[in-house]
């Protein structure tokens, strides 16, 4: 009976997360465009958590944050500040806003927003700033706040001119493709950025900017991998979003960790997170770096698995395999594994390796918990102090009793309701 | 050919531009151990492990196993300062350039609180009690809950060697520890890993409190004085490493934490995610050592 | 006709639970099989596995 | 209680592995206590204390490892080390095909897959079983250790859904000309089988294609399926299905005997039915059988002549004799051979059921038979480690196998005990089996040569001669040739017969002739 039940709302939640049509509209200043935002609002990456539990990474970009809004003249100020119990920290994820790494988002940081089409809801991420001492990784310096200033007061209104000129672009049928090109959209995102780049071009050109700053912004995209995680981030946000508070939905719509924990949310158990410790990274550092610099997991890029993608579309991204053990066919075992868990294969994004098989979307509580199988997630690597940057990449696992609480809560849930 | 990371200080003098023969004595999928002779041992590992005394770290990824580079167990190789060969398979892996990391102990003064130590020592036995292996001897730091077969069997032994310790009855110490050595599963036995931490408690616990080193090492001899034959040929070497206060970087850091006062949280769960229970083990070892030690303070 | 005179009637396709000799020895007969990476069911948490079966 | 062990020398396993073992191991019921370790004083002395400290276990060095486990029956004992060996010898390749992990899953690889195989530690075994069952499949049951309760259940569901479940303890079995588990390559034919022990099928199919006949199928039940409890649900399941295959002739039914209700229900069905049956029950009485119109098989290999005889409609005669030439030659020259002193047989069996059809033979010609396995309680050896006049071994039964896999795959309890007997100066004639096939040791015939040239030495250092006497259980198309099989005894003067009750009639006529002598 309740087995019947929670299929059919699987089913629902399964067929609202592939008929997404996650698309790119526009870039907004996040405090009028996120509900809820003000001032003294800051957001962060993960299941909420107090300044004081707050890793390194994350409080360092708390404080730059603090830092770039002119709320503090410098570290000391704005740690004090911070740990006023003046700032209110929020996730993200309360906002229908994802972030990579520390996922710090204040007022006046640009944001792009999206909507998924079919089911008219939005979401919204920052830009990704780039490699090396950047905000994410928990970096504060000058030449960080700088250029967040740029992002604000270049990039964004350039980037905003010409989609005005270009229109709405379909975010579903560029990963499409990146995945097709060797892109996993978590680790890998070169061939994302490339799409988008080839897409925008012709229209950065009409904008009414100088020669000049046309330039910087296009090489500025170039050189950065990953600025089209930013995108991959938000289109797999508004696409999960549409499919949450299903009664009965066994799958999983949300995971993210904060650096300090990991944490998911459950279709069919609403807002509730469930949490457990946030695991380290296993992979491949940088030359310089042992594993003791490394912090806990962090960032809500893991929206990407939870969709589908990433490390669940590993077979995709022959690239990356030493993350993963280092042959093609470790590559094509992961994603396989990933089925066991999921509860549906996706109808757009596929994977050429499998015969474009479609990835492994939607994982189900029931089948983590009962194969014991973890979702396998692809991840960068973060610093545990503030300001590093980024120190690796590679794979890391959702710690089990989030699946097990989650199931827990799930029975009893059913309990009070007497249907078990 | 492959390149090498580090290199375990305590080989140099093992290692010279004599060559020598070896064989491989057993492969795992990040160690692969080598016996030159009757009491040598160089043990080839991957990033993965931790550094310890005779060990070389391969310049691997994490994720590349032993047993998958060609590594087989009973083959032969050939070995001085610059390289190791293993003809059979054509590998061979160039020592030359690798950092080297120091094995030997550090004995720095520490003017901690003796209750800021005793602290840390419990520490490390709730910790090994949550987070730990406690299904081999590591099972003894819990009172009465759990029951098993190497818990009702080493009660008295570790009694015995206490008491001898505290009383410096040589005698006594032989004794016990011979009912202890080479007890339990494992490459290196449950007790043995044991033992290595009460080796690790005496020594820097020892030097705390102001003991004469040489004491020290004559204790320590008595401890794994029977241990020829007793226990694997790789744990022998372990404990005579532990018996020269040679220990692994995850314990010798381990230490210097409870004596200094840092971070011995992190430390002890490094310790304690060492392979199967061999961690547990020895945490178990640690803390035994350190309450004993904390008792008797100055050794007579 | 029953299921067993239709299972006489076909080509063997099996999955292999267990033993993995037994696939081994299934291949050399030119068998379609599929091995089956076998573990017990929730890691063996009793807990957990009676909050799955109310699920069912 | 029974204690087992295993020895490794030189091995060595990293904790991890160990550590899984002892908690896994544990887990079975019915294993009351196990000891993993490398071989120390202090891991022996523990082994002692936990009573889990063989004799042979004093012998190993700190650089052995060993297992050492008490359960409380032999087939968990087996169980559990062959889930041990399993643990131990799982080293996932790299980069291998990717194995599913559930059963749901791999049906996704193969929607169409058609017969499930299970060979997990029984408890874990029904809930496959009844997953596969749901899911429309047919099933083998390898695994033991399943309650009696869970084997009913199944059995109902599976003759609910009309599918097969063979099994639990199904060791043999031969769907459309697949080997399944142990199982020999038999030429296809007209003849069906549906038989409750593994071996017997084994032997009755290796006889039907030498006898130049073939099978269509053969169906296992597993050994308790004649059980009154479970009513031989399958086993009628199985013989309707050859009744309705157009390709089954003849139906050939083997069992120990069953319970009698259950053989009146199973009788009455091959009496409804058109087609000729040959029933065996080891041991049990002909004159039922006969009373519903099947024919009654005296041996295993009476049955498959009067199967083959059936299906070729040739007159039906009892099978008593020999097939080989010069039969009187070969009794006079060994009797004449043998010392005064040597007066009874010692049979050294790897296969349960020959093992059984060879008492049954021996003790109608010569008399009482001793046994681990006796027939009658009285004839239970006091000592299964020594004969006692004549005595038939089963090497297969667990008190002998201490924690070895099953002779059939490892020779080493026969290699050891052929020597004891060799010393023995009233050994006769030894009497041994070789089961080939699928699962069975790649060269069983190999592994004994060198044992059986040491029992021709012990013996002429003694001034006498042992006479050695097999049957090969298996094909020329087995992976093992049974030809080369047999070539290999031959070369080492052993006398191979074509049966096993054949070689056990010859044995009886030598010891008989001996008597007559005297």
């Not at chain 4, 597993?222 to 009154?228: F, Y």
């Not at chain 4, 006079?332 to 059809?357: S, V």
């Amino acid at each position: 009976m309740i087995q019947e039940r929670i299929e059919a709302a699987n089913k629902k939640v399964m067929e609202i997360i592939l008929n997404g049509q996650p698309t790119l509209l526009d870039i907004g200043i996040a405090e009028e465009v996120i509900l809820g935002m003000n001032k003294k609002t800051i957001l962060h990456a993960g299941p909420p958590i107090k300044w004081e539990k707050m890793s390194g990474p994350l409080k360092g970009a708390v404080i730059g944050a603090l830092i770039y809004e002119g709320l503090a003249v410098d570290e000391k100020e704005a740690t004090e500040l911070a740990a006023s119990g003046e700032i209110s920290y929020d996730p993200c994820h309360h906002h229908n806003t994802v972030g990579p790494m520390a996922g710090v988002v204040s007022a006046s940081m640009p944001v792009w927003i999206l909507q998924n089409k079919k089911y008219a809801n939005y979401s919204y991420c920052t830009l990704n700033e780039g490699l090396g001492k950047v905000l994410r990784y928990g970096a504060y310096s000058d030449e960080v706040i700088k250029r967040l200033k740029w992002i604000e007061n270049l990039l964004a209104p350039l980037l905003k001119q010409a989609l005005k000129l270009h229109g709405p672009i379909d975010l579903k049928t560029m990963i499409t493709q990146a995945l097709q090109m060797g892109d996993e959209g978590h680790n890998r995102n070169r061939a994302g950025t490339s799409l988008l780049i080839r897409e925008l071009a012709p229209y950065i050109i009409q904008t009414k900017f100088s020669e000049k700053e046309k330039i910087e912004v296009l090489k500025f995209i170039d050189s950065n991998d990953h600025f089209f995680l930013n995108l991959t981030m938000p289109a797999c946000k508004c696409t999960m979003d549409a499919a949450k508070n299903i009664e009965f939905s066994t799958i999983v719509t949300v995971m993210a960790r904060n650096g300090t924990e990991f944490g998911i949310r459950v279709s069919g158990l609403g807002d509730r997170w469930f949490t457990g410790p946030a695991g380290i990274v296993d992979g491949l550092l940088f030359p310089g770096y042992t594993a003791e610099d490394a912090n806990p997991d962090i960032g809500d890029s893991v929206i990407a698995e939870t969709a589908g993608i990433g490390g669940f579309a590993m077979a995709a991204a022959p690239a990356i395999v030493q993350f993963v053990g280092g042959t093609a066919k470790d590559a094509v075992n992961l994603t396989l594994k990933m089925y066991e868990i999921t509860a549906a294969e996706n109808n757009i994004f596929k994977i050429p390796a499998l015969d474009f098989r479609g990835t492994p979307t939607g994982i189900d509580i029931r089948k983590v918990v009962e194969t014991g199988i973890l979702p396998s997630i692809n991840t960068g690597i973060a610093h545990k102090d503030p300001g590093v940057g980024q120190v690796g990449a590679g794979l890391v696992k959702p710690p089990m009793n989030c699946f097990e609480d989650a199931l827990q809560a799930f029975v009893e849930d059913l309990e009070t309701k007497n249907l078990v | 050919m492959l390149l090498t990371k580090s290199i375990a200080s305590d080989l140099i003098d093992t290692l010279t531009s004599k060559t020598i023969d070896g064989i491989v004595h057993s492969v795992f999928d990040h160690a692969c151990n080598i016996q030159l002779d009757r009491n040598r041992l160089v043990t080839l590992i991957s990033p993965k492990l931790p550094n310890y005394p005779s060990a070389i770290k391969l310049d691997i990824t994490e994720d590349q196993k032993l047993c998958s580079i060609g590594f087989k167990t009973g083959m032969k190789s050939v070995i001085n300062k610059d390289e190791i060969k293993m003809p059979e398979v054509c590998i061979s892996i160039k020592l030359t350039g690798a950092r080297v990391w120091d094995s030997s102990p550090l004995f720095l003064r520490s003017n901690i609180s003796e209750e800021m130590l005793n602290e840390n020592i419990e520490k490390i036995r709730d910790l090994t009690l949550k987070c730990g292996e406690i299904e081999g001897v590591a099972s003894i730091l819990d009172g009465n809950t759990i029951d098993n077969n190497y818990k009702n069997f080493v009660i008295n032994s570790v009694k015995r060697l206490a008491k001898g310790i505290s009383d410096l009855d040589y005698k006594e110490i032989t004794e016990a520890s011979k009912r202890l050595i080479g007890l339990g599963p494992g490459l290196t036995p449950a007790a043995d890993d044991f033992l290595l931490g009460i080796l690790a408690s005496l020594y820097y616990m020892g030097y705390y409190f102001g003991n004469n080193l040489e004491n020290l090492k004559k204790i320590a001899g008595f401890i794994i004085y029977d241990l020829p034959g007793r226990t694997t040929f790789i744990s022998e070497i372990m404990l005579r490493n532990g018996m020269k206060a040679r220990f692994s970087e995850p314990i010798r850091d381990l230490m210097l934490a409870v004596i200094h006062n840092t971070s011995v949280q992190d430390k002890c769960i490094n310790l304690l995610n060492i392979g199967g229970t061999s961690g547990s083990d020895c945490a178990a070892g640690i803390v035994f050592g350190g309450v004993l030690m904390a008792k008797v303070k100055i050794l007579k | 006709m029953t299921k067993i005179n239709e299972l006489f009637q076909e080509e063997l396709k099996i999955i292999n639970i267990g033993l993995e000799s037994f696939n081994e020895n299934l291949k050399k007969q030119n068998i379609k099989t599929v091995q089956v990476d076998w573990k017990p069911p929730a890691g063996g948490n009793k807990k957990m596995l009676s909050l799955l079966d109310k699920l069912k | 209680m029974v204690l087992k062990y295993l020895i490794r020398e030189n091995t060595y396993y990293d904790s991890v592995t160990l550590m899984i073992i002892t908690r896994e191991v544990k887990k079975i019921e019915g294993v009351k206590e196990v000891i993993v370790g490398m071989g120390t004083e202090l891991n022996k002395e523990l082994a002692g204390n936990l009573n889990l400290l063989a004799s042979e276990l004093q012998k190993i060095t700190p650089n052995d490892f060993f297992i050492s486990l008490d359960s409380i029956d032999d087939n968990i004992a087996k169980k559990a080390f062959a889930f041990v060996d399993e643990l131990l010898s799982k080293k996932k390749e790299e980069s291998e095909d990717y194995q599913p992990s559930t059963f749901e899953s791999a049906l996704k690889y193969m929607p169409d897959a058609n017969l499930v195989l299970i060979s997990l530690p029984g408890k874990y075994a029904a809930r496959e079983v009844k997953n596969a069952l749901l899911n429309d499949k047919h099933v083998m049951l390898f695994s033991d250790n399943v309650a009696l309760e869970e084997e009913i259940d199944l059995k109902k569901l599976a003759k609910q859904r009309g599918l097969l479940m063979m099994g639990p303890d199904c060791g043999t079995a031969i769907i459309n000309h697949v080997a399944l588990a142990f199982a020999n390559v038999i030429r296809k034919g007209p003849i069906g089988i549906v038989g409750a022990s593994g071996t017997g099928i084994q032997e009755v199919t290796v006889m039907i294609d030498k006898l130049g006949s073939g099978i269509s199928q053969a169906i296992g039940t597993g050994g308790r399926d004649l059980k009154a409890e479970v009513g031989g649900v399958m086993m009628i399941e199985g013989l309707k299905a050859l009744q309705n295959d157009h390709l089954t002739e003849v139906i050939v039914l083997i069992s120990k005997p069953p319970d009698k209700e259950v053989a009146r229900k199973v009788l009455s069905i091959l009496k409804e039915g058109e087609k000729p049956s040959v029933v065996y029950f080891a041991g049990g009485d002909p004159e039922v059988i006969k009373e519903y119109g099947s024919i009654p098989g005296l041996s295993l290999e009476d049955t498959a002549h009067k199967a083959a005889a059936t299906a070729k409609g040739i007159p039906i005669e009892d099978f008593t004799g020999f097939t080989v030439n010069g039969i009187d030659k070969i009794i006079k020259g060994e009797t004449k051979k043998l010392k005064e002193t040597q007066r009874y047989i010692r049979g050294l069996y790897t296969g349960g059921t020959l093992c059984d059809e060879a008492m049954i033979i021996l003790s109608d010609l010569i008399g009482d038979i001793y046994s681990n396995i006796p027939l009658k309680p009285e004839g239970k050896l006091f000592d299964i480690n020594k004969s006692y006049r004549h005595s038939l071994i089963d090497l297969g039964d667990d008190e002998f196998t201490r924690g070895k896999p099953h002779p059939m795959i490892d020779p080493y309890v026969r290699q050891e005990r052929i020597l004891s007997e060799a010393k023995d100066k009233e050994t006769a004639i030894i009497l041994m089996d070789f089961v080939l096939g699928f699962g069975s040791n790649p060269d069983p015939a190999g592994e004994m040569v060198p044992y059986i040239r040491k029992v021709g030495e012990i013996a002429a250092k003694d001034g006498r001669h042992i006479c050695m006497i097999s049957s090969v259980c298996g094909t020329e198309e087995d992976p093992q040739n049974l030809i080369e099989q047999e070539k290999k005894l031959k070369e080492e003067g052993v006398i191979v017969m074509p049966s096993n009750a054949q070689a056990v009639r010859l044995a009886a006529a030598i010891v008989l002739s001996r008597r007559k002598i005297q």
